[in-house]
């Protein structure tokens, strides 16, 4: 594989190494592990934005299970407001996160992400050797309120898988742990 970023991957970097225009072939990239360099996505390419999630009356499902996912297989796309932990009290109610609704604390505040912005958000069938751990307790998978949740096979905390039934099926990828190459 030939490297484009210089292994800090920064949400930028990702950018440039596709030109933007989200076409397939020439400018997809792999997002790898910053530490021992696994491959941890399928090659991807750029949408200009994150999607809106899809509609997904998730209460009236027959089987519990997650959404469809909110990026569409062989894309990514950078996250530009705050996801994942911590999350902390604000006096303005608002989603949460993107794509999801407003979450409360015990004593009735409301709260906001004030995690990492650039997270790369891919649809989590495109990941590759990463698997679950310090996963935020939910009914049907995982949520990304504990924040990262996957590891890569090195052991490093690598991303935040969101899986719940009640939440956007997405994969962040943290921009400080990945780095994407040529494939």
Same mark, same amino acid.
């Given at each position: 594989m030939h490297q484009l970023t210089p292994g800090n991957g920064e949400p930028g970097r990702a950018r440039a190494a596709d030109g933007g225009d989200g076409a397939a072939g020439a400018g997809a990239v792999v997002f790898v592990c910053a530490v021992c360099a696994t491959a941890l996505t399928a090659p991807l390419t750029r949408l200009p934005a994150v999607p809106e999630a899809p509609d997904h009356p998730f209460w009236d499902v027959e089987e519990p299970g997650p959404w469809p996912p909110t990026v569409p297989a062989g894309r990514f796309a =950078?996250?530009?407001?705050?996801?994942?932990?911590p999350l902390v009290v604000s006096d303005v109610p608002g989603p949460v996160m993107p794509r999801r609704g407003a979450s409360l604390d015990v004593h009735n505040r409301h709260l906001v992400?004030?995690?990492?912005?650039g997270?790369?958000? =891919?649809?989590?069938?495109?990941?590759?050797?990463l698997e679950l751990e310090h996963a935020?307790?939910?009914?049907?998978g995982a949520s990304p309120d504990g924040g990262m949740n996957q590891v890569c096979v090195c052991g490093s905390l690598v991303a935040t898988l969101s899986s719940d039934c009640c939440l956007p099926h997405e994969l962040h990828l943290s921009a400080a742990h990945v780095r994407a190459v040529r494939p």
């Open positions: =950078i996250e530009t407001e705050p996801y994942g932990a992400s004030d995690g990492p912005r997270n790369i958000v =891919i649809n989590p069938g495109d990941a590759r050797h935020c307790a939910a009914c049907c």
